[in-house]
Structure formats: structure tokens, C-alpha cells
């Protein structure tokens, strides 16, 4: 049998998982069906609940705008609470898109503070907060990948 902590860091490397190969149902099915993000340190916008299927809509259309990612995480540290639990893991992710307007390699690293809460269907993320520390690369390849994915950065 799985102790929790295991589960907590399957669930977290599923969010990984499924952006990076873009397996939508694995992806959705480790949130719980309204969520609190908060990516303000990326994109600037405060952080918000939102109901699941609305964040991976958003996911889903942008990712595939990519010719690949590859999300990185490690050291995690995860703290238990009942059924409610708090996992903090460093993470870089690595964004490509050839293109003609310069380098084709985004990639921003920092770490995730997620909240996750035990449902009857195993540990789910009900939070997640990402905090970007550096980056290098062409920024411009996600606008890119919106476009190329057919909708506004």
C-alpha cells in the first residue's frame, strides 16, 4: 500500500505528465472541480478560483501551440495535514517552438506551492501556485504558441 506522501508527489508529477505529453484526461483528472490559481509571478494576473475544466480549457490551448515542454520538478517538500496537505517543489519547465523570430527554447524555473485535498478518489490539487524566480530564453515563443494555437496570448 502507498503511504500519502507518495500519492501527493504521483498527483504532482501527473500535473507534469500530462501537460508535457498533453494527455488532457490525465492532466484534468488531478484537480478537484474548482481550483485556486495563482501564476501572478508569470503573467501578472492576481490569483483566482476557477473551475477546473475552465483552467484546462486554457491549458489545452496553448500547450499543443508548442512543439514541445518539458516540466522538471524535484525537492519536494510536503507537509500532511489531516486530509488537507501542502507541497512545495522546485520545477523548471522548458518551452520549444522553432520559429524565425530568434531562439527556440523558453524555459523559466522557480518552484510550485500546491495545495492538495484527500477525496474519496485518492489526493487531488485543489491550489497551485507558481513562483518563477529566473528565466532565459525567447519569452515570445509562448505568444507564439498561443498563435500558432489559435488563440490570444
Known amino acids: 500500500m502507498r503511504d500519502d506522501r507518495t ?16 494527455d488532457w484526461t490525465l492532466y484534468r483528472s488531478i484537480f478537484t ?3 485556486e490559481i495563482d501564476f501572478s ?6 490569483a483566482r478560483r476557477i473551475k477546473a475544466d475552465e483552467w484546462l480549457a486554457g491549458v489545452e490551448t496553448l500547450f499543443p501551440g508548442l512543439d514541445a515542454s518539458q516540466h522538471s520538478m524535484t525537492n519536494p517538500r510536503v507537509a500532511i495535514d489531516g486530509d488537507r ?7 523548471q519547465a522548458a518551452h520549444f517552438l522553432r520559429n524565425a523570430e530568434g531562439d527556440a527554447e ?5 518552484f510550485y506551492t500546491d495545495q492538495l485535498v484527500r477525496t474519496a478518489a485518492g489526493w487531488k ?13 525567447n519569452k515570445h515563443i509562448m505568444a507564439l504558441a498561443a498563435q500558432r ?3 490570444s496570448a
Open 7 to 22: 500519492e501527493i508527489l504521483e498527483t504532482i508529477y501527473c500535473y507534469a505528465t500530462g501537460v508535457d505529453t498533453k
Open 125 to 137: 490539487l485543489c491550489g497551485v501556485k507558481l513562483t518563477v524566480t529566473w528565466s532565459r530564453g
Open 106 to 110: 523558453f524555459t523559466i524555473g522557480g
Open 85 to 91: 496537505a501542502t507541497c512545495v517543489m522546485y520545477v
Open 41 to 46: 509571478s508569470w503573467d501578472g494576473r492576481p
Open 33 to 35: 472541480d474548482e481550483i
Open 149 to 151: 494555437a489559435g488563440r
